[in-house]
Structure formats: C-alpha cells, structure tokens
T-cell receptor, first 112, second 113 residues
Framework: GEDVEQSLFLSVREGDSSVINCTYT??????LYWYKQEPGAGLQLLTY?????DMKQDQRLTVLLNKKDKHLSLRIADTQTGDSAIYFC????????????FGAGTRLAVHP | DAMVIQNPRYQVTQFGKPVTLSCSQT?????MYWYQQKSSQAPKLLFH???????NEADTPDNFQSRRPNTSFCFLDIRSPGLGDAAMYLC????????????FGQGTRLTVV
C-alpha cells in the first residue's frame, strides 16, 4: 500500500540550513510535493518534483529525490524565523485515480 | 480569485445531527479530493473522484458519504457526526495527467457539540 513517513520535529538556528526528510513505500509515484502549513492556516504548496528528476532548486529551496531508496528531502537554505511551520511531504501515486497521500508532517522550529 | 472554495469556513453541528460541507471549483479539474485533518496531523484522504468515478478509502468510516453532481461541485455528508469527527476538512482539485499541483481550498473547520 501507499505510505509516506516523515520525522516529526526539527529544530535549527536562524541562518542555518534545514533538511526535512521523507520516505515513501510505493514505487509507482509520479509527483512528489512539499507543502507548508502555518498555525491555523491552509496548505501552501512550496515546490514539487517529478519522479524522473533527481533535484530541483527554487530560490532557498532544494528538493532531492532518490527514487531507488524512495527518499525525498527538502533543504531550506538560510532558515528564517518565518520558516517555522509544519512541512508536509505528499506523494502522488499513479495507481488508480492518482491518489495524493500525505506524510505526518515535520514541525520546524527556528530559534535565534 | 479563489479557485477552490469551501463553504462554510466554520461549521458547528450537534452530536448526531447530519451535516454537509461543500466545495466548488472554477478550474474545471476532473479530480477532486476530500481530506480530514485533525490537529497537528497529516491530512487523511477520505475519498476522491475522477470525473464521476468515486473512490472510497478503505478506512473511511461509513458515516462519511460524498456526492459530486457535476464537475464544479463536491459535497461531504456526515450522517451522524461524533465528537471524534471534529476536524478541518480540506477539498482539493487536480487536473489528471497534468504535471502540476493539487489546489486546496481553505478548509472547513467542523466543531461537534
């Protein structure tokens, strides 16, 4: 079945890089997404990567995909206090009707 | 302009009283999703539609039903809400076969009293 896992917490110092990791179980993934959710707010798409890509960079964000190991990561360079939020990894599985499955989310805390 | 609209933003219902949440989209996307998100947890997929084809997740309670009368609208019906059904309900749409994102609405926060 389809499953997406993330570590639950990450604490970093302001200005450092943050790396949030995600693993998934089913190799029939097509697109993989990173969403950000701030307290009381909806889901904000940060970036996504297609499964035939290894890396995607978008300003401070770098996504790395290791399809062999079914591992996805999000690197945030120069992390700021405004980056404090929950980050969800989501995987679009190609079987059936394109199911979009979320991980449990990683709570990123940025401290001075 | 909002592309996926959920109404209402906040809904209070009584224990056991049927409630309907609505979602509309202006994107003409053929895939629509309903998710349940409880505090600090992952959005959990309840159902999704590909056009009118309905796909119910195996662990979605029977208490939850859905209707999609046309491309633009989708409804989530909770027949007998329990206290455990209090959550944020998120609707999302996606154009099947495209290489872009799922578009989420702002969600409806359901409180059961």
């Amino acid at each position: 079945g389809e499953d997406v896992e993330q570590s639950l917490f990450l604490s970093v110092r302001e200005g450092d890089s943050s790396v949030i990791n995600c693993t998934y179980t089913d190799s029939s993934s097509t697109y993989l997404y990173w969403y950000k959710q701030e307290p009381g707010a909806g889901l904000q798409l940060l970036t996504y990567i297609f499964s035939n890509m290894d890396m995607k960079q978008d300003q401070r964000l770098t996504v790395l995909l290791n399809k062999k190991d079914k591992h996805l990561s999000l690197r945030i360079a120069d992390t700021q206090t405004g980056d404090s939020a929950i980050y969800f990894c989501a995987v679009m599985f190609s079987g059936g009707y394109n199911k979009l499955i979320f991980g449990a989310g990683t709570r990123l805390a940025v401290h001075p | 302009d909002a592309m996926v609209i959920q109404n209402p933003r906040y809904q209070v219902t009584q224990f056991g009283k049927p409630v309907t949440l609505s979602c509309s989209q202006t994107l003409n996307h053929n895939v629509m999703y309903w998710y349940q998100q409880k505090s600090s947890q992952a959005p959990k997929l309840l159902f999704h539609y590909y056009d009118k084809d309905f796909n119910n997740e195996a662990d979605t309670p029977d208490n939850f039903q859905s209707r999609r009368p046309n491309t633009s609208f989708c409804f989530l019906d909770i027949r007998s809400p329990g206290l455990g059904d209090a959550a944020m309900y998120l609707c999302a749409t996606r154009a099947a076969g495209s290489d872009t994102e799922a578009f989420f609405g702002q969600g409806t926060r359901l409180t059961v009293v």
